[in-house]
C-alpha cells in the first residue's frame, strides 16, 4: 500500500539529498539507543564519492568489553563507551569503490562493528526509531540481520540491494529487517528511490531512553529495617516493559552507585552482579559476602547501617537506579562502650565528662545534643583514661550531622602513644593527626551519618556510613588516654552547632 506518490518519493529524495550536501549532519558526544534502532552517518572518510547518499545500520546491542566484570556503562569515557556499543551495517571496503559504481558484489558486506567505527566514518547524523516497535520485533530486527551476516551476504549498491541472504546495500539492509517485523519504513521501495537520507526521513529521532523499572524486593523496603550477617542474598526486581530492549544485567550496590566500581572514593562499593537472565524483565539476586575483607584484611563492609541499591542495565547500555533500602551488617558482636548517650548534658552524664568553656548554649531533646559555640566562647568536653593501647586496637564510632555555621567539630582519641583527630565541617570530614591531613568532601548536613574510626598500631582509618573513606598512618604522639570532642577558636566570629546522637568505643582489639 502507497503512504506517498511517487512524485512526493522523488521530491523527498531530492530534498534530502540538497539538505545532506549543505551541513545537515551533526555530532555530539552522548547518544541513546534502544536494540534495533536505525543509526545514520555520511560516508565521507570512507566513500567520498558518494558521501551524499548517506550510510545506515541497524543497533545491535551493548556489550562489556571488559568481561564478566559488570563495569558499568560511563559515558564520560568516550572511547569505552563508543566501543561498548554494537552495530550491524552492510558496507564495502573504500578500496571496492570502482567494483560497486560496476553493480558487482563486494566484501565484507553484512557485519559487525563498533558503534565507534560507525560514527568515524564520516559526520554522523543521528539514531532514529520506530515508536510502534515492540521489544519482541526490536529483538527480531536484529536477529534478522545477525543472520544476514552468518550467511556471508555482501554488499550491492544498485540492484541486489534488498536480496535476503545474498546482497544488500546499508539502507536495504535496515528496510528488509524492519520488513520482516511487520514495519515497512519506506513503502514501495526501490533501489533508485531508496536512500539512507529518505529512510531516515520516516523515523523519529531518538533523544532519550532508559531502563523502565528496577526495585529492591528483598530486603522488603515496607517492613522494618533487616540486621543481617555473613553470606545474605539481596534481591531484585528489573523489566525494560514491551517496548525497549530487555534487562541484561542488574548490579547491586552497598552505597549509591557510580561509574568507578571498586574505587573506594567513590560513592558506594559495587557488591556484585546478576547477568544470568536477558530478557524483558525478570528477578535478580547475588550472594553477599557482609564479612569480605580488603586487602589489608580488614572488613570490606564493617558493621552498621547500609543503603544498598539494584541498578539495572539493559540491552542497549540504558541504565536507571532503584531507590535505596535500609540494612545492618552486625557480624562481629563488639562489647561496646557507650561513651555517650544523648539523654542528658555531659556533664550530667553517665561517665561523666569535664566541661571546658561554656555549654549554655547546649540542650538535649528527643534523645539528640545540640552543641552550640557562639562567638568569643570555646567548648569541649573531655573524657580522660578511656582507650586501650591502640597496639590491641580501638575502635571509635560517632552518630552525628553537622547542623550549621562554618566552624570543624573535633573529636579527639589519645591512646597515651598517639594521638588521632577526627573533625566533621559542613561540607567534608578530615583525618588529622597524620603525615598528610586526609579530607572526603560530602554532605555532612542531609542527614546524621555514623562515623567509625579505627585505629590500630599507628594506622587509622574512617568509614562513613559502613565505607571506608580515609586511611593514613599516624604521626602526632600524646601521653594521654582520653577522648574529647570541641569547638574551639573562640575568636570566630560565627555561631556553630552541630547534633550528636551518640559515642561508644570498643577497646577490646581486633
Same mark, same amino acid.
Not at 156 to 182: H, I
Not at 451 to 473: C, F, H, P, Q
Given at each position: 500500500?502507497?503512504?506517498?506518490?511517487?512524485?512526493?518519493?522523488?521530491?523527498?529524495?531530492?530534498?534530502?539529498?540538497?539538505?545532506?550536501?549543505?551541513?545537515?549532519?551533526?555530532?555530539?558526544?552522548?547518544?541513546?539507543?534502544?536494540?534495533?534502532?536505525?543509526?545514520?552517518?555520511?560516508?565521507?572518510?570512507?566513500?567520498?564519492?558518494?558521501?551524499?547518499?548517506?550510510?545506515?545500520?541497524?543497533?545491535?546491542?551493548?556489550?562489556?568489553?571488559?568481561?564478566?566484570?559488570?563495569?558499568?556503562?560511563?559515558?564520560?569515557?568516550?572511547?569505552?563507551?563508543?566501543?561498548?556499543?554494537?552495530?550491524?551495517?552492510?558496507?564495502?571496503?573504500?578500496?571496492?569503490?570502482?567494483? +560497486?559504481?560496476?553493480?558487482?558484489?563486494?566484501?565484507?558486506?553484512?557485519?559487525?562493528?563498533?558503534?565507534?567505527?560507525?560514527?568515524? !566514518?564520516?559526520?554522523?547524523?543521528?539514531?532514529?526509531?520506530?515508536?510502534?516497535?515492540?521489544?519482541?520485533?526490536?529483538?527480531?530486527?536484529?536477529?534478522?540481520?545477525?543472520?544476514?551476516?552468518?550467511?556471508?551476504?555482501?554488499?550491492?549498491?544498485?540492484?541486489?540491494?534488498?536480496?535476503?541472504?545474498?546482497?544488500?546495500?546499508?539502507?536495504?539492509?535496515?528496510?528488509?529487517?524492519?520488513?520482516?517485523?511487520?514495519?515497512?519504513?519506506?513503502?514501495?521501495?526501490?533501489?533508485?528511490?531508496?536512500?539512507?537520507?529518505?529512510?531516515?526521513?520516516?523515523?523519529?529521532?531518538?533523544?532519550?531512553?532508559?531502563?523502565?523499572?528496577?526495585?529492591?524486593?528483598?530486603?522488603?523496603?515496607?517492613?522494618?529495617?533487616?540486621?543481617?550477617?555473613?553470606?545474605?542474598?539481596?534481591?531484585?526486581?528489573?523489566?525494560?516493559?514491551?517496548?525497549?530492549?530487555?534487562?541484561? !544485567?542488574?548490579?547491586?550496590?552497598?552505597?549509591?552507585?557510580?561509574?568507578?566500581?571498586?574505587?573506594?572514593? *567513590?560513592?558506594?562499593?559495587?557488591?556484585?552482579?546478576?547477568?544470568?537472565?536477558?530478557?524483558?524483565?525478570?528477578?535478580?539476586?547475588?550472594?553477599?559476602?557482609?564479612?569480605?575483607?580488603?586487602?589489608?584484611?580488614?572488613?570490606?563492609?564493617?558493621?552498621?547501617?547500609?543503603?544498598?541499591?539494584?541498578?539495572?542495565?539493559?540491552?542497549?547500555?540504558?541504565?536507571?537506579?532503584?531507590?535505596?533500602?535500609?540494612?545492618?551488617?552486625?557480624?562481629?558482636?563488639?562489647?561496646?562502650?557507650?561513651?555517650?548517650?544523648?539523654?542528658?548534658?555531659?556533664?550530667?552524664?553517665?561517665?561523666?565528662?569535664?566541661?571546658?568553656?561554656?555549654e549554655s548554649n547546649c540542650s538535649v531533646s528527643n534523645?539528640?545534643?545540640?552543641?552550640?559555640?557562639?562567638?568569643?566562647?570555646?567548648?569541649?568536653?573531655?573524657?580522660?583514661?578511656?582507650?586501650?593501647?591502640?597496639?590491641?586496637?580501638?575502635?571509635?564510632? +560517632?552518630?552525628?550531622?553537622?547542623?550549621? *555555621?562554618?566552624?570543624?567539630?573535633?573529636?579527639?582519641?589519645?591512646?597515651?602513644?598517639?594521638?588521632?583527630?577526627?573533625?566533621?565541617?559542613?561540607?567534608?570530614?578530615?583525618?588529622?593527626?597524620?603525615?598528610?591531613?586526609?579530607?572526603?568532601?560530602?554532605?555532612?548536613?542531609?542527614?546524621?551519618?555514623?562515623?567509625?574510626?579505627?585505629?590500630?598500631?599507628?594506622?587509622?582509618?574512617?568509614?562513613?556510613?559502613g565505607i571506608l573513606r580515609m586511611s593514613s598512618y599516624?604521626?602526632?604522639?600524646?601521653?594521654?588516654?582520653?577522648?574529647?570532642?570541641?569547638?574551639?577558636?573562640?575568636?570566630?566570629?560565627?555561631?556553630?552547632?552541630?547534633?550528636?546522637?551518640?559515642?561508644?568505643?570498643?577497646?577490646?582489639?581486633?
Amino acid at each position: 500500500m502507497f503512504r506517498t506518490s511517487k512524485v512526493l518519493k522523488l521530491s523527498l529524495i531530492v530534498s534530502f539529498l540538497v539538505l545532506m550536501m549543505f551541513g545537515n549532519a551533526y555530532a555530539a558526544e552522548r547518544y541513546y539507543f534502544e536494540k534495533g534502532d536505525a543509526i545514520y552517518s555520511d560516508l565521507g572518510k570512507h566513500i567520498p564519492i558518494i558521501w551524499f547518499i548517506g550510510h545506515a545500520g541497524l543497533y545491535r546491542e551493548w556489550k562489556d568489553i571488559n568481561g564478566e566484570t559488570g563495569k558499568p556503562n560511563n559515558p564520560d569515557d568516550l572511547d569505552t563507551y563508543m566501543k561498548q556499543h554494537r552495530v550491524l551495517e552492510s558496507n564495502a571496503a573504500p578500496e571496492e569503490v570502482w567494483k +560497486i559504481l560496476l553493480g558487482l558484489s563486494v566484501e565484507p558486506g553484512v557485519h559487525e562493528i563498533t558503534f565507534r567505527a560507525f560514527h568515524e !566514518m564520516g559526520d554522523f547524523w543521528d539514531v532514529r526509531y520506530e515508536p510502534s516497535l515492540s521489544c519482541f520485533q526490536r529483538r527480531k530486527i536484529v536477529n534478522i540481520a545477525k543472520r544476514q551476516e552468518e550467511l556471508g551476504a555482501k554488499y550491492r549498491f544498485f540492484w541486489g540491494y534488498k536480496n535476503p541472504g545474498k546482497t544488500f546495500r546499508c539502507d536495504g539492509l535496515v528496510e528488509y529487517c524492519y520488513e520482516q517485523a511487520r514495519v515497512d519504513i519506506v513503502p514501495d521501495d526501490a533501489w533508485f528511490t531508496l536512500t539512507p537520507a529518505l529512510q531516515r526521513s520516516f523515523l523519529e529521532k531518538r533523544e532519550s531512553a532508559e531502563v523502565k523499572e528496577v526495585r529492591i524486593t528483598d530486603p522488603d523496603p515496607n517492613e522494618e529495617m533487616k540486621t543481617i550477617s555473613g553470606t545474605y542474598t539481596p534481591k531484585a526486581f528489573a523489566s525494560d516493559w514491551l517496548k525497549g530492549s530487555g534487562i541484561t !544485567m542488574v548490579e547491586f550496590w552497598a552505597g549509591y552507585p557510580d561509574d568507578t566500581p571498586d574505587n573506594w572514593e *567513590g560513592t558506594g562499593i559495587r557488591i556484585g552482579f546478576d547477568n544470568k537472565d536477558r530478557f524483558i524483565q525478570g528477578n535478580y539476586q547475588v550472594d553477599w559476602d557482609t564479612t569480605a575483607l580488603d586487602e589489608y584484611g580488614d572488613p570490606l563492609f564493617p558493621d552498621g547501617e547500609y543503603i544498598i541499591y539494584a541498578k539495572a542495565f539493559d540491552q542497549a547500555g540504558n541504565t536507571k537506579v532503584s531507590e535505596g533500602v535500609l540494612i545492618k551488617v552486625e557480624n562481629v558482636l563488639f562489647h561496646w562502650t557507650v561513651m555517650y548517650e544523648a539523654n542528658e548534658l555531659p556533664t550530667a552524664a553517665d561517665p561523666v565528662w569535664t566541661l571546658g568553656g561554656d555549654e549554655s548554649n547546649c540542650s538535649v531533646s528527643n534523645g539528640i545534643l545540640t552543641v552550640t559555640r557562639v562567638p568569643g566562647f570555646g567548648l569541649t568536653y573531655a573524657l580522660p583514661n578511656i582507650l586501650g593501647s591502640n597496639a590491641n586496637g580501638n575502635i571509635i564510632e +560517632i552518630r552525628a550531622k553537622y547542623y550549621s *555555621g562554618t566552624y570543624r567539630l573535633y573529636f579527639y582519641f589519645h591512646d597515651g602513644v598517639k594521638r588521632v583527630c577526627f573533625g566533621i565541617d559542613s561540607s567534608k570530614v578530615s583525618l588529622h593527626g597524620t603525615s598528610a591531613t586526609q579530607l572526603y568532601y560530602m554532605n555532612t548536613r542531609d542527614a546524621f551519618h555514623i562515623y567509625r574510626i579505627t585505629i590500630k598500631g599507628n594506622y587509622g582509618k574512617v568509614y562513613v556510613d559502613g565505607i571506608l573513606r580515609m586511611s593514613s598512618y599516624l604521626q602526632y604522639s600524646s601521653s594521654d588516654s582520653d577522648i574529647y570532642f570541641t569547638l574551639l577558636d573562640s575568636q570566630r566570629p560565627a555561631t556553630t552547632t552541630c547534633l550528636l546522637d551518640y559515642l561508644r568505643c570498643y577497646t577490646g582489639g581486633f
